[in-house]
């Protein structure tokens, strides 16, 4: 079955440095998203991406955060300046399609990366 | 805005039993409503899709019914295992935002063998 990966699977850091966490949405997919869950809270919705271009962000995706499609395989999310507050476990997930256009719209998520800055 | 809220917190019973977990959500234009299982320190494992004109989805030993007028979900596990402790967490995709799936808190399950 089709998987979302994602890398690393932990990664420590440094408060300050930049990290990027990798994902490889499933290949036939068009809309892509990443997600992050605090240690005991809620999965939330940081940013989405369709067609080389942010389509939704949060308010938790401030200038720190970017995302890119670099190869039209992988999915990038990079924290530029890292804090403490950043520890969490991201998750990117794909999509066929959009919501908006058909009823069925399943997300597939990935393993999650689980960041810790020091 | 999108509230999901999933009550109880937290659910232990025996194996064998059968168990009902439950999801609310305040804005009741939704597109899909969606069931996850996490494992500890693991990611999101989808295990039922309902589109908002349906009333409930089946797999396996699971049911997921949805009751959009009233805001409603639940999730309904019979001849529970121990295999089946995990935290279940219902999404929402809304009207107002279609892009974005909103997560309730979920509900941690524990089996006792």
């Known amino acids: 079955e089709p998987e979302v990966t994602q890398t690393p699977s932990h990664q420590v850091t440094q408060m300050g440095q930049e990290v990027i966490l990798r994902c490889v949405p499933i290949s036939n997919h068009l809309y892509f998203y990443w997600y992050r869950q605090i240690l005991g809270q809620k999965v939330e919705f940081l940013v989405s991406f369709y067609n080389n271009e942010i389509s939704e962000k949060s308010e938790i995706f401030d200038d720190q955060f970017s995302v890119e499609r670099p190869d039209g395989s992988n999915f990038t999310l990079k924290i530029r300046s890292t804090k403490l507050e950043d520890s969490a476990m991201y998750f990117c997930?794909?999509?066929?399609?959009?919501?908006?256009?058909?009823?069925?719209?399943?997300?597939?998520f990935g393993a999650g990366s689980r960041l810790t800055v020091l | 805005k999108q509230e999901v809220t999933q009550i109880p917190a937290a659910l232990s019973v025996p194996e064998g039993e059968n168990l009902v977990l439950n999801c609310s959500f305040t804005?009741?234009?939704?597109?899909?409503l969606q069931w996850f299982r996490q494992d500890p320190g693991k990611g999101l494992t989808s295990l039922l899709l309902i589109q908002s004109s349906q009333r409930e989805q089946t797999s396996g030993r699971l049911n997921a019914s949805l009751d959009k007028s009233s805001g409603r979900s639940t999730l309904y596990i019979a001849a529970s295992q121990p295999g089946d402790s995990a935290t279940y967490l219902c999404?929402?995709?809304?009207?107002?935002?279609?892009?974005?799936?909103?997560f309730g808190s979920g509900t941690r399950l524990s089996i006792r063998p």
């Open positions: 997930a794909s999509s066929p399609r959009h919501s908006g256009l058909s009823g069925a719209n399943v997300l597939t």
């Open positions: 804005d009741s234009a939704i597109y899909n």
């Open positions: 999404a929402v995709i809304g009207d107002s935002s279609a892009s974005k799936i909103i």
